[in-house]
């Protein structure tokens, strides 16, 4: 069995941030970048699988420019069997990573797809419903447990009103949640022997994708995390306040 975890390279979330000149797009001098947390949460539980019954694969693929093959790194130093780069020269939305995706999973032929629910920096939680749909497979988003048997997947996912329980038949795309597990801290060995492992690169254009943009980003906005607390005498008060001074009602 071969399971492939997607990720993507992030900016790192307990830092702050700026904006470019023009407001339109994040100011990435001096940034520092991670792998999206809800994607690494999907690779712990694929070695968690694979540590279940050895005789999976984990390969994890990231599409992006050429710094991101540290993030890649990490993956490999977390147990990674073996990683793909999909060189791209600027980010894709995420019909287009869906699309690049789509052209891995035709190479590599997994048996499921597991990957973050979303990414932290756009949090368009698309790229894996997109990929589903595109590949005309099973899919489970927002999964909080999973198990492998007989060629199938039994997931648990967390609604509104409880646990829902289904069973897919692989190949299946997997979206996983916050509190499926506690990703693993790779040691220092671990990071040392993944610099020597070697990094499958691809050329977007080798995948014979043609990009078509589907989001043009005209505008981003740094907001303010300061809270101004008051107390109030009364609901009618606060009625007051929402509609005339904070205008969200």
Not at 71 to 99: C, F, H, K, Q, Y
Not at 104 to 133: C, I, Y
Not at 179 to 190: I, V
Request: proline share 4%.
């Amino acid at each position: 069995m071969k399971i492939l975890v997607p990720t993507k390279r992030v900016p790192d979330p307990d830092q702050r941030v700026k904006t470019t000149a023009d407001g339109r797009a994040i100011d990435t001098d001096g940034l520092s970048f991670v792998a999206n947390p809800f994607d690494l949460i999907a690779l712990e539980e694929a070695l968690r699988l694979r540590e279940n019954d050895g005789a999976i694969e984990v390969v994890t693929v990231g599409i992006g420019v050429e710094d991101y093959e540290k993030e890649l790194r990490t993956t490999l130093a977390m147990g990674a069997d073996r990683a793909i780069l999909v060189e791209a020269d600027a980010e894709l939305d995420p019909w287009n990573v869906a699309s690049a995706l789509k052209a891995v999973v035709t190479r590599e032929r997994p048996d499921l797809v597991l990957m973050g629910k979303q990414a932290v920096d756009d949090d368009s939680n698309q790229a894996g419903q997109f990929l589903a749909a595109m590949l005309d497979w099973p899919q489970a988003t927002f999964i909080s447990k999973i198990a492998l048997a007989d060629g199938a997947a039994t997931i648990d996912r967390e609604t509104d009103a409880g646990i829902e329980s289904a069973s897919l038949k692989l190949p299946a795309v997997v979206t996983v949640d916050l509190r499926l597990n506690e990703p693993r801290y790779a040691s220092m060995l671990q990071i040392m022997k993944a610099k020597k492992k070697p990094i499958e690169r691809i050329a977007l254009s080798d995948l014979g994708l043609a990009v078509e943009p589907r989001i043009e980003m005209v505008g981003v906005e740094v907001l303010s995390s300061k809270r101004n607390c008051q107390m109030l005498s009364s609901v009618d008060e606060l009625i007051q306040k929402l509609r005339d001074e904070a205008q969200v009602i």
